[in-house]
Each structure stands twice: as C-alpha cells, then as structure tokens.
C-alpha cells in the first residue's frame, strides 16, 4: 500500500473512531442505556426515544396540567368574609365598640359549572390525544434515522469491500502492464479509482458521525455518546404484505390522534356555545351579615341574598357568534385533516408495495447480474477481450446495485413506518 493511500485510510479511522468511542464523562450514562447490547434494535430505540425525549416529556407535563383543570372550574368560587369596625368606637367611652362581619358567597346558575367542568375535560383529552400525536410523530423519525443508519454502515462495508476488490484490480493490471500486454492506463485507472472510495469513506464517515449526533438528541444525550452498531441485515419478507389501502381508511380515521385530538377539541367548542347560551341566566350570591351597631339584637344577625342581571344582551349575543364560529372553523379544520390521513394512508401503502416489488427485483435480476458482470469482466481483461475501463465499468455498477439494495430494504422499513404512522399505529413505540 502506498504512503499516499496509507494516510487516507489513518484519516479515515480517525472519522470513524471519533463517534465509535464515548468520551469518559458519557460513559455511564451509554452502558447503562445500551448495556449488553452488541447491535441497536429498532423497537428497544423508540422506546428509549419516548422514554427520554423532552418534547414527550413536555407534552405529558401540558396534560398533567389539563388533568387538573375540571376540578378547578367545575368548583364554587371562594366565600367571600370581610371584617369592618367604627374606629372612633374604640376609644369613645360613650358608645360601644362597634363592629361588622359579613359572609358572602358567589352560586352560579345550575348547570354552569357543568359545563365548564366538561368543557375543561374536554380539553384534557385533546392534551391526552397531543401526548400520542407527539410520540407517532418522534416513532416515525426515529424509525427513519435507524434505516439512516443501516444504509451509512452498509455503505460502508460496500465502499471498504470495493476498495480491496479495486486493489486486485491494480495489482492484476500491474502484472499485465509489466508483462506488456496492456498500458499504464490501467493500474493507474485503478489507483485513481481506489483513491475515490478512499475520499467516498471519509465523508461516509462524517455522514455517519452527524447521524449519532441526532440519534443523541432525540435521545436526549451528549452528542458524541455511544450508540451501538446497526443490525447488519433488515429482514424483508419475499412477498407483499402491503393490502390494499383503502381496508386500512376507516382504521386510521378511527385511530389517528390528531383527529381524536380535533374531535375533543370540536366538543369543547360545543360545550362553549351551550355555555354562551347560559350567559343569559343570572348568577346568585348568598350572604350574611352580624352588626354590633344596631341596638336591637333582633336587627344584628342579617341575612339574604342577590341575583346578577345579565342585561347587556349585546355583549352575550357575541360571546355565543364567537363560540359558534369557532366549532365551524373547527369542524372544517376535521374535514381537511379526514382527507389528509385518507391521502397519506393510500400513499403510504401504494409507495409500501412498490418498495417490496423492487426488493424482489434486486434480489432476483440485479444482484445476481451484476455480480455475473464483474466476473465475466474480469476474466475478459485477464485474456485480453476486454478493456480495462470496462472491467472498472462492471465494478461501478455491480457497487451502484449493491448500495442500492440496501436502500431498497431499508425503504421498505421506511414505507411501512409511514403506513404505521398514518394508521395511527403505536405498538412499535410501546
């Protein structure tokens, strides 16, 4: 190996090794988060993910806060006690001390605080519904940055497997240029393209490095912290298990948080138009009274009570106008995002049956042919029917399908990810 290609390769170790070791102060924390583990599974990351991202962590914080709205709204206000006293009786020997306490407390119509209490529940359960929105949504980018991954670290085996394959390449041209039965283009071809691969690994290197780092920050970790290698295969049945989309429709309009969110939401609104409407009936206020200056005891303990008069009828015609526009708005908003889940479910399935069909492709035509073509290639240069160039030709493509299948299993993990996203599916993230 050359001076030259040796210093490429110490480059690229450094790449590599700069995220394949953890630094001492996040040691700890990654053996005790993939302890034992020699390869990252695909589930055991979600859960990690939901078990330690902030944005979940945030989301479940909004519906603790939610929870305990009902119990505040649905509840009497505070009685009201007040303590008044004639100053100037304190020091006068003349009269008596004279002093007054009174009790009142607020009583809103019946049924008012029913309704806030269910519209407040109402609102808790589109926080419940956000908290699931949140962690389908992470699932999905989580499930994507593992197939990120497998596709960084199988390119890397193939772009590793390919650079040795080219250095007997060179060393085969070499011989047959020394013994005159081909030009120096040849080896040098060969070092020229041996010395891309080498460039084509540093910056697959860096890929991978930039990858771990948001793998981290989801994970809510140091960005250089370990994380174990991908599997170094994706299981990919030979048949289509993608059914037709339309059979999973009615699943996903049943089952998508966003929408279970934005009905609970349109029943809040709902509830906000029945309470506009019993703006119109008065409120009560029950008081009490003991006032040490009237002389006659009788007349010192009082008692009784008031009713508000909600005679502003504009401003209570409003707030009804506000709340019915609202459900509407809503209600549309229901309609638009029905159509979009439709949408993304047939896509979804569509684009899942097309990735398996292209794996059945690869593995059965395009693998198998291009591994075909180097060898005929090969043995073609070594009696001289072939050119160098086609030889390197062979090489590059047989490479090209080999990174391409790899996408291709990972695009259907990709695609069915999607799918389980757009049914509503949570399983994988339990």
Do not use: C
């Amino acid at each position: 190996m050359s001076d030259r290609r040796w210093k490429i390769h110490v480059v690229v170790g450094l790449v590599l090794g700069f995220v394949a070791t953890t630094p001492t102060a996040t040691a700890g924390e990654s053996s005790a988060l993939f302890e034992g583990e020699s390869h990252l599974d695909r589930h055991r990351l979600m859960r990690a993910v939901e078990e330690r991202n902030p944005t979940v962590l945030s989301a479940r914080s909004a519906l603790e806060a939610a929870l305990a709205r009902p119990s505040q709204v649905g509840s009497l206000s505070d009685p009201m006690v007040s303590y008044t006293f004639a100053p100037q009786s304190v020091v006068s020997d003349v009269v008596p001390y004279g002093q007054v306490l009174r009790f009142s407390q607020h009583v809103p119509y019946p049924g008012k605080r029913r309704i806030r209490r269910e519209i407040a529940e109402a609102e808790s359960d589109a926080a419940a519904e956000s908290v699931d929105t949140v962690r389908l949504r992470l699932a999905l980018l989580t499930s994507h940055l593992f197939d990120d991954y497998y596709v960084i670290e199988r390119a890397i085996e193939i772009n590793n497997e390919h650079v040795e394959l080219l250095e007997m390449f060179q060393r085969i041209a070499t011989t047959r240029y020394a013994a005159g039965e081909t030009s120096q283009q040849a080896p040098l071809r060969a070092e020229v393209e041996a010395a891309h691969l080498l460039h084509r690994e540093v910056v697959l290197g860096t890929e991978r490095a930039v990858l771990l780092v948001k793998l981290n920050e989801l994970l809510h970790r140091e960005p250089l912290a370990y994380v174990p290698p991908p599997p170094t295969e994706l299981v990919v049945a030979e048949q289509s298990d993608a059914a037709w989309p339309g059979d999973r429709i009615e699943e996903a309009l049943a089952a998508r948080p966003e929408l279970r969110a934005a009905g609970a939401a349109l029943e809040a609104r709902r509830l906000e138009i029945e309470l506009a409407r019993f703006e119109s009936k008065p409120d009560f206020e029950l008081m009490g009274s003991y006032n040490t200056m009237w002389q006659r005891s009788q007349h010192r303990f009082m008692v009784g009570a008031g009713v508000s008069l909600p005679l502003y009828r504009p401003r209570l015609r409003a707030a009804q106008a506000e709340a019915e526009a609202a459900a509407r708005s809503l209600e549309s908003d229901i309609a638009g995002l029905a159509d979009r889940v439709r949408t993304e479910v047939t896509t979804a399935g569509l684009r899942l049956g097309e990735a398996q069909r292209v794996v059945s492709l690869y593995r059965s035509r395009l693998l198998p042919a291009s591994s075909d073509q180097v060898s005929a290639a090969l043995a073609g240069f070594r009696t001289g029917e072939v050119s160098f160039l086609a030889l390197i030709e062979a090489e590059r493509n047989q490479r090209s399908v080999k990174l391409e299948y790899e996408q291709a299993l990972a695009n259907v993990h990709r695609r069915r990810a999607e799918l389980d996203h757009a049914v509503g599916r949570m399983e994988k993230t339990r």
